[in-house]
């Protein structure tokens, strides 16, 4: 095989990585960015209204580490199409600096993640207290996507129904929010009997959509590092082909 047409083929392998690169990158940010406006989400409304911005915190780093991804990939075209020698030093580099982050990353998150979820479950807890509130008006958003997963998943409270006995502010001890029962109607609280309430909590299925989340995010991480050690060999035996034959880039 001719030792140019070694090259191309090497370029062409290294843009089909770094295509499939440019991709994961851009799932990344839809990922975090989904995190951060999607308001008809509980974790995301619970997460971005409390006290605690760890959540916040972790969606940027996302949508950082994501743009970077866009950012090298755009450079990795514009090196290997255009035959730029510096500019490919570049992009490898960045690479290298890349996939150390992103080993980082994963520690950050597993370490944290216990703390996100005692952050998610104080705040639904605190959601449950203030539900009905009528000093707490601006709050309703909260109450409606919470009412929305008790409705859908057929649950009640974090635990279970019991939970709604801290909430101050129903008419009735033995209220329930009308979501946690078959009932249709558009009140906050509903008068019925034991018997026709949910019984099961929705703490379950709320931890389940938090490790599928995670499982998704962890996925995409794996599948970048592995494209990114495909990137950094190609463009190695890119260079070494390229000096073993002495054929030059354009500078």
């Known amino acids: 095989m001719e030792p140019r047409e070694k090259i191309l083929i090497l370029k062409y392998f290294l843009s089909i990585f770094n295509g499939i690169f440019l991709v994961l990158g851009l799932m990344l940010m839809m990922f975090s ?6 308001r008809n989400n509980l974790f995301t409304v619970l997460s971005f209204t409390g006290e605690n911005h760890l959540v916040a915190y972790i969606s940027y780093m996302l949508l950082v580490v994501g743009s970077i991804i866009v950012f ?25 600096l890349l996939f150390g982050i992103q080993v980082a990353m994963p520690v950050l998150i597993y370490t944290r993640k216990e703390e996100v979820q005692i952050m998610w479950n104080d705040r639904i ?11 707490l008006t601006g709050r309703e958003h909260e109450w409606d996507i919470l009412n929305a997963v ?11 129904s019991t939970d709604w006995k801290k909430n101050e502010n129903k008419e009735h001890t033995n209220q329930v929010p009308c979501s946690c029962t078959k009932s249709n109607k558009e009140e906050w609280f509903c008068d019925v009997s034991a018997n026709d309430v949910y019984i099961k909590g929705c703490d379950e299925y709320i931890k389940m959509w938090f490790e599928n989340n995670t499982l998704v ?35």
């Open 33 to 38: 960015v989904w995190l951060l406006i999607d």
């Open 125 to 135: 807890d605190a959601v449950i207290s203030n539900y009905g509130n009528k000093n």
């Open 72 to 96: 090298i990939s755009f450079l990795g075209f514009l090196g290997i199409f255009e035959e730029i020698r510096w500019l490919l030093i570049l992009y490898l580099g960045l690479i290298v």
């Open 150 to 160: 008790q409705n859908t998943l057929e649950c009640c409270g974090r635990h279970n």
């Open 217 to 251: 995010l962890i996925a995409i991480n794996i599948a970048l590092l592995t494209v990114e050690v495909l990137l950094f060999t190609q463009g190695v035996l890119l260079f070494k082909n390229i000096k073993k034959n002495k054929i030059s880039l354009k500078e």
